[in-house]
């Protein structure tokens, strides 16, 4: 298919897209299409695990799509598409399901998470959702999955499934790796820097969504928790909400910590987090503009996923194929 090797990558379309997706997943995203043979997928499949309203599903996947194209990333570069165009996904996550063990989907933390939040709605395709991932991965021959911390496990695991796989009919798939930014893999919330900044928080203050508004996303980041003392100083133990502050702004201004550090010595928090709020607009207004552009030009956006799912289609048919073959499937030929 390519002699460049397979980045495979995926966010779904369940409502907000903060600035932790952007930094921990999209920003790699836009460097590697140019490297490597890129796949970026929009995984509604992995939305419905939740309740999702199905008019309010339709938008998200549209808003995520627009999102990806507005930040950078190329359908001439790279292929772009929506799950649950490629039927392939569902078919080979089965086959996955048959080789992972009850035993390591219940490792999964986010999966504890998960089902702590949704008490009420703890269905199995939470809990198996490890293997569709695995079958998104895998199903391309993918090598690298650029993502951030918190799925790393879920990478770890697409691994360990490959493997077992090739151990047992020779060799099926690629066994992938994640890939982090060595910078950015874990950005914390605006309110509580002790855990990850989420769409799913109670707060909207948590995140800065990609399509807020420039006068929210400066009340936010005033509103932004901050550490004792007063001065802006990287020291993830005793200054976690200073740190992830400093990242944040590090990554959207392209400066290193240090030189932030030194042009806010002696300065406090306040004018600290101004500049920042600045800097945060400033690196998003273009996004925005874009993607209002790509939003407005709705026949546009469907022909590029349109197009991606064939492509991905064709690139998937190969893999499918042959885990039909290998495991002993189907009678049926053309
Ligand atoms: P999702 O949709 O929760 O998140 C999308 C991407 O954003 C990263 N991310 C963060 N990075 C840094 N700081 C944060 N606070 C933060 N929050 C989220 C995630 O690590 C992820 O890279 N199961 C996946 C989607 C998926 C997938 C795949 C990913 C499905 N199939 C195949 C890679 C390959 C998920 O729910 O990500």
């Not at 090797?5 to 997706?21: A, D, E, R, T, Y």
């Not at 996947?61 to 190329?74: F, K, Q, V």
């Not at 392939?88 to 490792?107: D, F, I, K, P, S």
């Not at 879920?154 to 930014?181: M, S």
């Amino acid at each position: 298919m390519t002699n460049k090797k397979i980045v495979f990558s995926g966010i779904q379309p369940s409502g907000v897209i903060h600035l932790g997706n952007y930094l921990g997943a999209i920003k790699q995203w836009i460097d590697l299409q140019d490297k490597y043979f890129s796949i970026f997928c929009i995984v509604d499949m992995h939305a419905i695990t939740v309740q999702q309203e199905p008019e309010e599903l339709q938008k998200n996947i549209r808003e995520l799509a627009a999102i990806y194209l507005a930040s950078g990333l190329d359908p001439k570069k790279a292929i772009i598409f929506v799950q649950s165009d490629v039927s392939a996904h569902t078919e080979l996550a089965w086959v996955l399901n048959c080789n992972t063990q009850m035993g390591e989907l219940e490792r999964m933390t986010q999966f504890k998470d998960k089902s702590q939040r949704h008490k009420q709605n703890i269905n199995a395709g939470l809990f198996t959702y490890p293997a569709l991932m695995a079958a998104d991965i895998l199903l391309y021959q993918t090598n690298k999955v650029p993502v951030g911390e918190d799925q790393r496990q879920h990478v770890e695991l697409t691994r360990d499934i490959a493997h077992r796989v090739n151990n047992k009919y020779g060799q099926v798939f690629e066994e992938p790796e994640a890939l982090l930014p060595e910078v950015g893999a874990r950005i914390m919330g605006l309110d509580d820097p002790t855990s990850k900044m989420s769409k799913s928080a109670s707060s909207g203050n948590n995140y800065i969504a990609m399509t807020d508004e420039p006068d929210k996303i400066r009340k936010k980041i005033m509103k932004a928790v901050t550490d004792s003392g007063s001065e802006v100083k990287f020291d993830e133990e005793k200054k976690p909400a200073i740190s992830n502050l400093l990242t944040i702004y590090s990554l959207v201004t392209e400066k290193n910590i240090k030189s932030l550090e030194k042009e806010y010595a002696g300065k406090g928090y306040g004018d600290f987090k101004k500049g920042l709020a600045e800097a945060v607009v400033e690196f998003i207004e273009p996004i925005q503009k874009k993607y209002k552009e790509y939003i407005d030009d709705q026949p546009k956006l469907e022909k590029i996923l349109t197009n991606g799912a064939k492509e991905a289609a064709k690139l998937a048919q190969p893999t499918m194929e042959n885990v039909r073959k290998v495991v002993g499937l189907g009678v049926a030929n053309d």
